[in-house]
C-alpha cells in the first residue's frame, strides 16, 4: 500500500488566492483527519471524519477553511481567502478504526506570501 | 483545561547512551496514550498507544510506560541510534476521541 497520500506537496501562493489540499486515504481505512503544525503551535488537530462525516471540527480556526469528504478515500482541505498566518504544514491521517494506529501522509507545506 | 506537557523541551545524549522523555497530562476523561516520532520534514510516526489499563509497551528499542494514576508517562529509549534524532511527541485522547491535546514535543540529538 502507497501509504496515505497527499498533494501538493509544497504550495506558494499569494494572499486572497485559494488554497485547496488534497488527500487520499489507506484503503481499508474509515477515518480521516486534517492536522497543521507549525513552530509556534506544534501540531494541532483541525478536524476528522468518520465514516465520511465530520465528528469534530471545533479545530478549524476560521470559517476561511473548509474540509470535505467526498468519498470514502478522499478528502480535500479549501482556504479561501489564504492569509500569511495560514502558512504551516498541513497533515493528513488515517486510521481504521477509531483508537487505532493513525498513519499521517508526508504533508504539505504551505507558504503565503 | 485539557494539557500535555513534555520535558524536556530538548535532550542531546551522545549514541548508545539509553535516555526518558517524560509527558504529564491533564486531559480527563482519558482514553488513550500515544507517542509519535516524527523525523525532520516528514509526517508522525506511531510508536506506541497505551488505554487506561496498560502499564508498559515496547516497540524494538522504544519502551513506553503509563501511570494512570499520576497521569504521567515516560518513552525510554535503549541504546540510541544516530537514526533516533527527532521530534518525540505525546498525544492523549479523551473518551470516545472526540478530544486530541497533542503536547510540544521533545526535541531528542542523538551524536556520534
Known amino acids: 500500500d502507497a501509504g496515505v497520500i497527499q498533494s501538493p506537496r509544497h504550495e506558494v501562493t499569494e494572499m486572497g488566492q485559494e488554497v485547496t489540499l488534497r488527500c487520499k486515504l489507506i484503503?481499508?481505512?474509515?477515518?480521516l483527519f486534517w492536522y497543521r503544525q507549525t513552530m509556534m503551535r506544534g501540531l494541532e488537530l483541525l478536524i476528522y471524519?468518520?465514516?465520511?462525516?465530520?465528528?469534530?471540527d471545533s479545530g478549524m480556526p476560521e470559517d476561511r477553511f473548509s474540509a470535505k469528504m467526498p468519498n470514502a478515500s478522499f478528502s480535500t482541505l479549501k482556504i479561501q481567502p489564504s492569509e500569511p498566518r495560514d502558512s504551516a504544514v498541513y497533515f493528513c491521517?488515517?486510521?481504521?478504526?477509531?483508537?487505532?494506529?493513525?498513519?499521517f501522509g508526508p504533508g504539505t507545506r504551505l507558504l503565503v506570501l | 483545561k485539557n494539557q500535555v506537557e513534555q520535558s524536556p523541551q530538548s535532550l542531546i545524549i551522545l549514541e548508545g547512551k539509553n535516555c526518558t522523555l517524560q509527558?504529564?497530562?491533564?486531559?480527563?476523561?482519558?482514553?488513550?496514550l500515544r507517542w509519535y516520532k516524527q523525523d525532520t520534514g516528514r509526517g508522525p510516526v506511531s510508536l506506541t498507544i497505551?488505554?487506561?489499563?496498560?502499564n508498559t509497551k515496547s516497540n524494538g528499542r522504544y519502551t513506553a510506560t503509563l501511570d494512570a494514576d499520576t497521569k504521567q508517562s515516560s518513552l525510554h529509549i535503549t541504546a540510541s541510534q544516530l537514526s533516533d534524532s527527532a521530534s518525540y511527541i505525546c498525544?492523549?485522547?479523551?473518551?470516545?476521541?472526540?478530544?486530541?491535546?497533542f503536547g510540544a514535543g521533545t526535541r531528542l540529538f542523538v551524536k556520534a
Open positions: 491521517a488515517s486510521m481504521r478504526q477509531l483508537g487505532e494506529t493513525q498513519y
Open positions: 484503503s481499508g481505512h474509515n477515518s
Open positions: 471524519f468518520n465514516n465520511n462525516v465530520p465528528i469534530d
Open positions: 509527558c504529564n497530562y491533564t486531559v480527563s476523561p482519558f482514553s488513550n
Open positions: 497505551m488505554t487506561f489499563s496498560e
Open positions: 498525544v492523549v485522547q479523551d473518551t470516545g476521541g472526540f478530544k486530541t491535546i
